[in-house]
T-cell receptor, first 118, second 115 residues
Framework: AQTVTQSQPEMSVQEAETVTLSCTYD???????LFWYKQPPSRQMILVIR??????QNATENRFSVNFQKAAKSFSLKISDSQLGDTAMYFC???????????????FGEGTQLTVNP | NAGVTQTPKFQVLKTGQSMTLQCAQDMNHNSMYWYRQDPGMGLRLIYYSASEGTTDKGEVPNGYNVSRLNKREFSLRLESAAPSQTSVYFC??????????????FGPGTRLTVL
């Protein structure tokens, strides 16, 4: 079974600064996917970024980027130029590769509450 | 497109009562999922349906049943609610694209309280 660990329950950052959220995972799989989801106070789960394990290049989405270290089983999220709207709970999630008929099951970490201060 | 919709948004039950949470998606996705989120924890998979006509247990299936009514709809039933089932419930859907598993998209959640 896979496990995902987020060791920072809470973090805060000043507006316009950069912050990094940590995530580690444990798996014996070689082919898998990693995600960061954002959950603002509205409770909606919003995809932030996705990384395929077979890709060496780190994924980026505008102000969001990841540092994927496969050997260390580490997947951190960097948020640049933080904005007030980035205040949310952030979840790291793991999905192993499986046949289409198996569906794509996610395993989540406990979450990190990020607060962006003005 | 509405994406993934869930009804109701809020529900309060008494212990032993039954209810069904409804989920529908209009993205023509093949797979659908039910998760629960408890305070201080990430989402945990209850049941999923990889395709129309199939359902399988996830990590925490006890006390729940599901029905994949058609490709669009996937319902979660609590036959005899217990206080331990107080949680926020999320439905999600996904589709394969180009031979690669695609991202899961989530509904807005249902906050359920069992007294």
């Amino acid at each position: 079974a896979q496990t995902v660990t987020q060791s920072q329950p809470e973090m805060s950052v000043q507006e316009a600064e950069t912050v990094t959220l940590s995530c580690t995972y444990d798996t014996s799989e070689n082919n898998y996917y990693l995600f960061w989801y954002k959950q603002p106070p509205s409770r909606q789960m919003i995809l932030v970024i996705r990384q395929e394990a077979y890709k060496q290049q780190n994924a980026t989405e505008n102000r969001f980027s990841v540092n994927f270290q496969k050997a260390a089983k580490s997947f951190s999220l960097k948020i640049s130029d933080s904005q007030l709207g980035d205040t949310a709970m952030y979840f790291c999630a793991f999905m192993k590769h499986a046949p289409e008929t198996s569906g794509s099951r996610l395993t989540f970490g406990e979450g990190t509450q990020l607060t962006v201060n003005p | 497109n509405a994406g993934v919709t869930q009804t109701p948004k809020f529900q309060v039950l008494k212990t032993g009562q039954s209810m069904t949470l409804q989920c529908a998606q209009d993205m023509n996705h093949n797979s659908m999922y039910w998760y629960r989120q408890d305070p201080g924890m990430g989402l945990r998979l209850i049941y999923y349906s990889a395709s129309e006509g199939t359902t399988d247990k996830g990590e925490v299936p006890n006390g729940y049943n599901v029905s994949r009514l058609n490709k669009r709809e996937f319902s979660l039933r609590l036959e005899s609610a217990a206080p331990s089932q107080t949680s926020v419930y999320f439905c999600a859907s996904s589709v394969w694209s180009g031979g690669d598993q695609d991202t899961q998209y989530f509904g807005p959640g249902t906050r359920l309280t069992v007294l």
